[in-house]
């Protein structure tokens, strides 16, 4: 039993941690912290910016009633993505754990099943598997004759090497050819180019983990200069300047992860709080790296886009 209501949020690669209480006085103010692996998180973060639209919803005034903490873990705590934060927190204290994840938390051993998850550990997470068949067959549809897809994820951590491997399962399913591409640091980037320049893919597909998206540009680039498309997983690459991605609505992530928050802060147990799932998909295509490419796509895709970024 929790004698005071503290909640932790691990999001993405960027795992938020929190602690507080309860004041006393008239309005009661919850202290949610955020931990993350760099600097501490802006009010411009799109972490903070959605948590902040969720918590609003829910009646709490972020200054007032609800501060939050902001922390940074300086990649001492917090190594690639909101899993190792929160099996640190699950592992050394009873603290509540919203984690938002893209690797399975069951496998994970993060929880025990997604309807009971026990301890105290819930949270969002996507279902990988699904979604790297889905993220194909929108691959395969926009551009009909690719024949090998090029993966690129960070073998390194357990939960993307996961990740990676339900892609490859779905992409033989649809009878693609796989280039493996694993790396562990920046300067494995520069030699898993050079494989695909020895040994030319139709595309690329990046799973996304700090280690990845922190070196988002150098893919997109090199795909620009071997004219190359790419999906991604998330639409923040596209609009950064990758050709396109299907993923989750991060924007109803961050409301759910707030309404599991609210919740706990409210006095729920997080082993009574299904772990959820998202329930809204996003398709986005940055035109203008389309036209770098000097690729065409079918106006269909064009028109099944939930997002074009010009």
């Known amino acids: 039993m929790f004698l005071r209501r ?5 999001l993405g690669s960027m795992p938020l941690l929190a602690r507080g209480a309860f004041s006393q006085t008239a309005i009661k103010v919850r202290r949610v912290g955020l ?37 940074a873990a300086e ?7 909101s899993y190792a934060a929160a099996r640190v927190v ?12 893209g690797a399975d938390p069951i496998a994970m051993g993060l929880i025990d099943s997604l309807a009971h998850p026990g301890g105290n550990v819930t ?5 990988a598997a699904e979604l790297s068949a889905k993220r194909l067959e929108v691959l395969k549809d926009t551009f009909p004759s690719l024949r090998k897809i090029a993966m690129l994820w960070n073998a390194d951590d357990l939960g993307m090497t996961m990740r990676y491997k339900s892609a490859e399962a779905a992409a033989r399913t649809l009878g693609f050819d796989i280039q493996p591409l694993g790396v562990r640091e920046p300067e494995d980037f520069a ?23 922190l070196n988002r540009k150098r893919v997109f680039e090199f795909a620009a200069q071997q004219k ?16 396109m991605s299907y993923g989750p609505d991060m924007g109803e992530v961050y409301d759910r992860a707030a309404d599991l928050a609210d919740r706990i802060l409210k006095g729920a147990h997080p082993a009574d ?18 036209e770098t490419l000097g690729l065409t796509i079918p106006e269909a895709m064009l028109m099944r886009a939930d997002e074009i970024v010009d």
């Open 6 to 10: 503290s909640v932790i949020l691990a």
């Open 75 to 81: 990649a001492q705590l917090i190594i690639t993505q």
């Open 35 to 71: 931990l993350s692996s760099a600097a501490p998180l802006t009010d411009t973060n799109p972490v903070v910016v959605g948590l902040t639209a969720g918590f609003s919803k829910r009646g709490y005034v972020v200054g007032s009633s609800l501060i939050f903490e902001r922390r």
């Open 228 to 243: 190359l498309p790419a999906i991604y997983e998330y639409d923040f690459l596209v609009r950064d300047g990758g050709l």
């Open 191 to 213: 030699a898993a180019f050079s494989a695909m320049v020895r040994d030319r893919p139709d595309a690329i597909l990046m799973v996304t983990d700090a280690l990845t998206a």
């Open 273 to 290: 709080l299904p772990f959820e799932q998202p329930s809204r998909f996003r398709l986005a295509i940055n035109k203008k790296t389309l």
């Open 123 to 127: 949270g969002v997470g996507e279902v």
């Open 90 to 101: 699950k592992d050394r204290s009873n603290l509540p754990v919203v984690a938002i994840t």
